[in-house]
């Protein structure tokens, strides 16, 4: 506790649901209270129902939260790979070998992910690699958008693996392959499952990049609120909000499950 | 499979930083070597130069005769226990033993017998279903031995493996390690450490580095009762370093305006030397070879006394048994030593006043 005196607790809750409140939850419980309004005129909403749910769970948007879901899972999954295999090549190289590789990785961060989803779509629009209007397209962005998050995570969590235990692995006849699968990896499992909680929470959300190369029969949910909310429709797209929020937290409440489970220290 | 370790002019450098200075040792099949010495002397890198973890910039490392230089630390067939054990905290005690026999391939069946074996060794065998985590430092220690015993090595490296533990269980394994090592007298240990109780109770040899160089080499007996120089007889035993002259009369030192019978061996009259003399050999009263000065500081420590005595600008140190009456600070008092305890170290320059 930083803070000793009551008087100075006080304060410092009062501060922090001054800011929190208006900042971080007000919003999110708009949304939710949009959802299930029937109007919204004056400063409440009005004529509460369950119907956007009704059709925010059903047709388009249903196939929109599965779009969404395969499109984040293949693109963690495919961005922690990715991000592990060179952050795993990053460590084994000299200092200067490795400042290049991580300002390789952070380019996708540094640049607007407007400008990755059109060099994207111009890149595989022409021969040899034709991916435009093909779901590809859209996972193969994604996957370039969050395979810095997952090289970056990765990178700190082998800086601070102690090489202690490679070396007596090493001292005890095992082979380097066979170090990395037995020791390192487990030992890196909850920095991985973080990252890949990252991954997954960044791709569900992703929409600029995606508005630039989705084709018709693969419209993932952020596309989804904002064309349900473009065309007027806000209280259906606060309702479809809900249900990525509510996806995105399920799983991510999955992972940490994995990770309480892996954490030995 | 009896092993030993050669170090063939091995050099180790980080950049323009010598960390270990053309080192040559033997290490016997079956012998137990312990590299003493203090921090930053090199004894560790030597160690891990062996383990394969650095790689020197010039000589050769033999393990049981094969250059192993080359090699990469897994083919090495070297057993190692570092200070703070490195148990694999994602496996059960069990696992962690058995980690080095599967990592070789060794045959399914033999596998539980050996791990049990291991364990059986260092006393472990009940807690082979624990996790690290829920052990003691001390208990750790131990399965961290069992796991570098069960490949069976020909050689085991020790690094500091008993420093991270307190004083009762150190001594504790101490007495482990030495029935271990009778156990199996086949295996060659390199134990590193800047404890000379630890060298002298285990080892075989000490070789006392500092440094990056190797300074001595001999039988604790040797280093102990007659070092041959003032690193090894201050670093070992703690001794008391005076200069001295060499008289004319034969066995008859100077010590400032102190004369002092000690065999002079064949040092020529004239020559400065340096005198060794253990603390715990010198007596507080009249006797043979008086040295009379003023108490400077009084420790005690239980069961003796150590005196801290200005004699002739040196400051003197004498562990004597529980006084009934300590000396106050700048009292006068006298002490003596036997001349057979005393040891001349011929090179006399550069003494320090440990």
Known sequence: ?265 | MSSGIRFDSVSVAYGKNVVLDSLDLVVEPGEVMALLGPSGSGKTTALRAVAGFVQPVSGRVLIGGRDVTALPPHRRGIGMVVQQYALFPHMKVADNVAFGLKAQKVAKGEIAGRVAEALEMTGMGAYAGRYPRELSGGQQQRVAIARALAIRPGVLLLDEPLSALDAQLRSGMLAELARLHRELPDVSILYVTHDQIEALTLADRIAVMDKARLQDCGTPQELYRKPRTEFTASFVGNANLLPVVVGEGASSVAFGDAELTVATGDAGAGASATLCVRPHLVGLGEGPNALRGKVAEVQWRGSTHRLFVDVEGHRVKADVRELRETPALGDAVTLHFAAEDAVLLPMGAGVSDA
């Open chain 1, 1 to 265: 506790m930083l803070v000793h005196s009551r008087t100075g607790k006080w304060t410092t809750w009062g501060v922090f649901g001054l800011l929190f409140v208006p900042l971080f939850a007000l919003p999110l419980l708009v949304i939710l209270a949009a959802s299930f309004a029937g109007h919204w005129s004056g400063a409440f909403p009005s004529g509460f129902t369950g119907e956007h749910y009704a059709s925010a769970v059903r047709g388009d948007s249903l196939q929109a939260l599965t779009t969404s879901l395969v499109t984040a899972l293949s693109a963690s999954v495919l961005a922690l790979t990715v991000g592990t295999w060179a952050a795993l090549a990053a460590a084994a190289l000299k200092k200067r070998g490795r400042r290049v590789l991580d300002g390789l990785f952070m380019l996708p961060v540094a640049v607007p992910s407007v400008v990755v989803g059109l060099s994207v779509l111009v890149a595989f629009s022409k021969p040899p690699v034709i991916l435009n209007g093909t779901s590809t397209i859209v996972i193969l962005a994604h996957t370039i958008l969050v395979t810095a998050f997952a090289y970056q995570s990765v990178s700190a969590a082998i800086l601070r693996l102690d090489p202690v235990y490679e070396q007596a692995a090493a001292s005890l006849g095992a082979r380097p392959s066979y170090v990395l699968r037995r020791v390192k990896l487990p030992l890196l499992l909850p920095s991985l499952t973080a990252a890949a909680g990252l991954c997954f929470a960044l791709s569900m959300g992703e929409l600029s990049a995606t508005m630039m190369l989705y084709p018709p029969d693969w419209t993932p949910l952020p596309v989804q609120i904002f064309a349900a909310t473009d065309r007027g429709s806000l209280f259906t797209g606060a309702a479809v909000a809900v249900v990525l929020m509510g996806a995105t937290l399920l799983v991510l409440f999955t992972v940490s499950r994995i990770r309480t489970r892996a954490s030995f220290r």
